[in-house]
DNA sequence: ATCATGCCTTGACTTAAGTCAAAGCTGATC
DNA sequence: GATCAGCTTTGACTTAAGTCAAGGCATGAT
């Protein structure tokens, strides 16, 4: 059916298969199925009934909500090695967002019988899906706080800044990790998925990079993204509003 | 310790703990501690230690984030044989929110290590955390949607709605099941609390009871709300607005 | 009964951000 | 190398919603 060692190996890199033994990882390719989608595809739709779960083992998805006059909210990006459309899959209820293919992907598909079989013969698994769903919460969590605190600016600064920051190395091309003055990224994504992303439309976008240009606080080339003060931005990003009561 | 053979069989009417053996649910009150807190009484701040997971035995807790300026966002208001704080309790990070009791509360507090133990032991209650957490999760995902998508009045008309609507026969005190002609509900929470909760500020929401009294949809009497019309309101609630691009 | 506190509403004002449409870019194709 | 499509930016406009402050209304305490 599948690559069986190569695709055990890497299922051993996974947040939610990380700690099974060779034998577990052998019987749950027996239950999964390996689907690949091209950018764009569509993999499943909000409302449409739950049938699975997914695992990423190339690609990036987008999860994402759309209002009736389209305009599109992306609840989160999952990459290679996440989990995604767990939610649908544990209460059986209809998918609570759509999904969508940001580049050519290839998902380990787990049907939802076989899956909640899984959950209830691997406590381990059942764990790791717990944590795997506390970071999601968390996440959605965050959004929403910016959302209601936050201008479109500061969401802005706070995204440019949590990709540049953390142990997220991947995108930064700045000098060498000790001591970097200045730190460059650059955005995998265009900036009209970065405005459903900060829950706004690609025009205010533009002037929210306008802003924060001409405040000094970054230069923008196309994608690539100079933070030239990164005290600064962080500040800015939780500065008081007005649009904060 | 505590009064087992009572709580035990009340655990028994919980989310967490429905489908547990007796044993099972005297070994967990072991584990347990009854808290109790007055209305008004923080039960734990963003960003502080995670402590544990609280099941809720007696009234009411609201979850929330507040911003730097002292703007409330309510994330969730959890009631009787509800759950709360899992996440933290999950993966040891900080409280992503605080929590405050709404009105005199005793919870029954399951200390993080102690929890995690539980879980590894019993498959079940990981199985119904994980019911739970994806509950919340779907939550979280509804509100970033009205956040992003629908304006104050809008997001008013749908949560009147959904008190009104479902199962949640509570707070409904029209005419009997079958056909009650005019639907009157009230709030248990004040106008300010319900502000938080729709991501507005008291001076807003209350021009959104104007704005849906005015056109008929509903009438506002103190706590008291008559929904006139339940269709437009339905229809009000998902118009198109200019708020979404 | 009166006072005071807290909650809610109202008014006048400001502003962030969405709308719509036009014009620039950029990169791909033929 | 020219053309075309899609993304992005800009401009002029409109409006939802926050700010601040004042006034009303109620409840509960002295």
Redesign the interface.
Known sequence: MLNESELASWLHTTLLFRDLSRSQLVFLLRIAQLQTFNKGDLIFQEGGEATGCFVIKTGRIKVF?M?????E?I?NIFEVGENFA??AA??G?PF??SAEALEFSELLFFPRVLFLDL??QS?DI??N???S??????H??????D???KDVPQRLATYLLNLNDPQNDAHVEGSHPPTSPTHVLTLDLTKSQLAAIL?T?PATLSRAFYRLSSEGLIAVNGPKIELRDRDRLQAFS?S?TQS??
């Open positions: 909500k209002s009736p006059t389209g305009k909210q609840l767990e939610i544990l209460d209820k609570p967002a959950l209830h406590p059942t764990i899906m717990l944590i769903l506390a970071q999601h919460s968390r959605l969590a965050g959004v929403i706080e959302l209601s605190f829950g439309i939780q008081f904060d009561s």
